[in-house]
């Protein structure tokens, strides 16, 4: 684009560049989960971090297939929130020491992450549908649904057990 246009003009460049953030934000989690499973000590975050991986690599193939109904080369564009998010979430857990502790700590990064997800997608679902693209409409709403899912998953683990064996 020129120096006298800007790049989004119509809702379908908000759209296509949307679908870009969550991609780009979708590839860095993918990266950032492992180091996550690691620092884990509570089998059953373990177990919840390990399966999220799985579906988030599944997520990012959902979006492949989203450029593609929509006509559209795949690619990711700059998403310094989650660049932040993750960088917030690593900061934080090289500075607890308590394993129990860092438990928590990792289950309130992981929830911002979900929320951050949740909050992409719903937009994108109404976007779609509004475009026209029911087919593109439900392929991120799967995406939405299994991040919801994880987001009360990781409540379920915090207050069922990881939350009083860190204040113990
Ligand atoms: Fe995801
Ligand atoms: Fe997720």
């Known amino acids: 684009m020129g120096w006298f246009s800007k790049d989004i003009q119509t809702m379908d460049d908000l759209f296509v560049h949307t679908l870009r953030d969550i991609y780009y934000a979708e590839n860095k989690i ?15 975050l373990r177990a919840g971090f390990a399966e999220h991986l799985k579906e988030t690599e599944g997520h990012v193939r959902r ?6 109904l929509h006509g559209v080369e795949s690619g990711g564009v700059n998403c310094p929130a989650i660049d932040g998010i993750i960088e917030e979430a690593a900061d934080v857990s090289s500075e607890v ?22 909050t992409r997608y719903g937009t994108l679902v109404a976007w779609a549908k509004e475009l026209g693209r029911p087919d593109c409409a439900s392929l991120l709403q799967a995406n939405l ?9 990781l409540t379920k683990i915090a207050e069922s057990r990881v939350n009083a064996n860190a204040a113990a």
Do not use: C, N
């Open 30 to 44: 993918t990266k950032a989960l492992p180091g996550m499973i690691e620092k884990a000590t509570d089998s059953k």
């Open 63 to 68: 979006l492949d297939e989203v450029f593609r």
């Open 97 to 118: 020491a308590d394993k129990q502790v860092l438990d928590a700590a990792l289950i309130a990064a992981a929830q911002a992450v979900e929320h951050y997800e949740m």
């Open 145 to 153: 649904d299994e991040e919801k899912a994880t987001d009360m998953r």
